[in-house]
């Protein structure tokens, strides 16, 4: 059994001999790290918390029944499940900056792909746009969890994960309460 001096704890479980949550061994400060890496989690709990509230708008403005709406969920999920050792497979590849960068690309392309899935006018268009978005949030989840973990001293990684885990849960109460704002605003004025 492990225990600790209240001199060598402080706060937050940071061990005071490493300087602090964010400190390396070598004395590197990573906090403006952290905040960026946590600043993707809030990213795709937002993406997360919009999926019901675009799946009604389909269902409003594409006419789809209830059963078509659970293909909102399915190319959700679906892309969590197909990409999910793809993205750790980038992340060996090429670290976790460049599959961070590659999860944030899939997320902009299936973001813009809406443009021309509005001109295509069919529910396919836009169920391929969310598989995309998926799909990059994916490479972030699979990536940036480990990568929280790592950025200070090692006895510090279970309190930074839950950090921006929690980040992470503002984002999925956040998405819904904007999304529903800009996507339903037109249809109350």
């Known amino acids: 059994m492990t225990t600790s001096t209240p001199e060598s704890t402080t706060s937050l479980?940071?061990?005071?001999?490493?300087?602090g949550?964010?400190?390396?061994?070598d004395g590197r400060n990573l906090t403006v790290t952290f905040l960026l890496i946590t600043s993707l989690f809030l990213l795709?709990?937002?993406c997360n918390g919009m999926i019901d509230i675009l799946n009604k708008h389909f269902q409003d403005t594409l006419r789809i029944n209830k059963e078509q709406s659970g293909l909102v969920q399915a190319a959700n999920y679906l892309a969590y499940f197909l990409m999910a050792i793809p993205a750790g497979l980038i992340a060996k590849r090429?670290?976790?900056k460049g599959g961070i960068l590659v999860g944030l690309s899939l997320i902009a392309v299936g973001a813009f792909w809406f443009i021309p899935a509005i001109a295509i006018g069919t529910y396919w268009a836009f169920l391929l746009g969310l598989f995309v978005i998926a799909?990059?949030?994916?490479c972030l989840e699979t990536i940036a969890n480990p990568y929280a973990t790592v950025l200070g001293a090692p006895e510090g990684g279970p309190t930074r994960i839950n950090i921006a885990q929690t980040v992470n849960g503002a984002g999925w109460?956040?998405?819904p309460i904007v999304g529903g704002y800009f996507v339903f605003k037109g249809a109350d004025g």
């Not at 949550?21 to 061994?25: D, K, P, V």
């Not at 799909?135 to 994916?138: I, S």
């Open 94 to 96: 090429f670290g976790y």
């Open 13 to 19: 479980g940071r061990n005071s001999s490493e300087g």
């Open 135 to 138: 799909a990059g949030m994916t």
């Open 21 to 25: 949550l964010f400190r390396t061994a």
């Open 173 to 175: 109460i956040l998405g």
């Open 44 to 46: 795709w709990g937002f």
